[in-house]
């Protein structure tokens, strides 16, 4: 089963505008990440947050964490043509020895 | 690019067969997860190896099984395959038992028919 849900399943923006995609979950959480994936291959890591953390930066990745809602969203600013991929948060819940991924969201970048 | 191999690429199989697939992790790491990601799908945890132990495992029926050497590779087994086996398999390894980030293998894809 699926932990996080990720929110939109699919996102198609032109090249320079800003993406935001948002991840809800259900448990308490050590930490959340977000990976990014091209064409079915392997994932790459992005970003951790912790769960004491509230914000994160990284170049253009943005990443925010409310424990309150259980949620998390990834902003992706002036967005380019190479950002085209899917993009999954995965949540290592206290006490499990595993990271949950969500169904992710799919993001065109259009030139 | 990760340091993480797996193999083979690509796999054809038919349903009863059974299959082993393998990962070479990342130098220095001693965890190994793997993944089963079905299309249009996140992954989905199959299980952990932390040392060469079981380390934690996920809704997998016992079919799919696992082994990891002293240099930390490992195999996935997955014996009498059924049509629903069909999917990307992913390889990820770590650094300790906290899932800090996973570096990633590029996948095994297999189709059972």
């Known amino acids: 089963s699926q932990q996080g849900e990720e929110d939109p399943q699919a996102l198609s923006i032109q090249e320079g505008e800003n993406a935001t995609m948002n991840c809800s979950y259900k448990?308490?959480?050590?930490?959340l990440q977000w990976y990014r994936q091209n064409s079915g291959r392997g994932l790459v890591h992005l970003i951790l947050?912790?769960?004491?953390?509230r914000e994160k930066h990284s170049g253009r990745l943005r990443v925010t964490l409310d424990t309150s809602k259980k949620s998390s969203s990834l902003l992706i600013t002036a967005s380019r043509a190479a950002d085209t991929a899917s993009y999954f948060c995965?949540?290592?819940?206290?006490?499990?020895?595993?990271?949950?991924f969500g169904q992710g969201t799919r993001l065109t970048i259009n030139p | 690019e990760t340091g993480v191999t797996q193999s083979p690429t690509h796999l054809i199989k038919t349903r009863g067969q059974q299959v082993t697939l393998r990962c070479s992790s990342q130098?220095?790491?001693?965890?190994v997860s793997w993944y089963q990601q079905a299309l249009g799908q996140g992954p989905q945890f199959i299980f952990q190896y932390y040392r060469e132990e079981e380390n934690g495992r996920g809704n997998f029926p016992p079919r799919f099984s696992g082994l990891q050497f002293p240099n930390y590779s490992s195999e996935l087994n997955v014996n009498a395959l059924e049509l629903d086996d069909s999917a990307l398999y992913l390889c990820?390894?770590?650094?300790?038992?906290?899932?800090?980030?996973?570096?990633f293998g590029s996948g095994t894809q297999l189709s059972v028919l």
């Open positions: 990820a390894s770590s650094l300790g038992q906290a899932n800090e980030k996973l570096f």
């Open positions: 947050i912790r769960s004491n953390e």
């Open positions: 995965a949540t290592d819940a206290r006490g499990a020895q595993k990271l949950v």
């Open positions: 130098s220095g790491h001693n965890t």
């Open positions: 448990t308490s959480i050590n930490n």
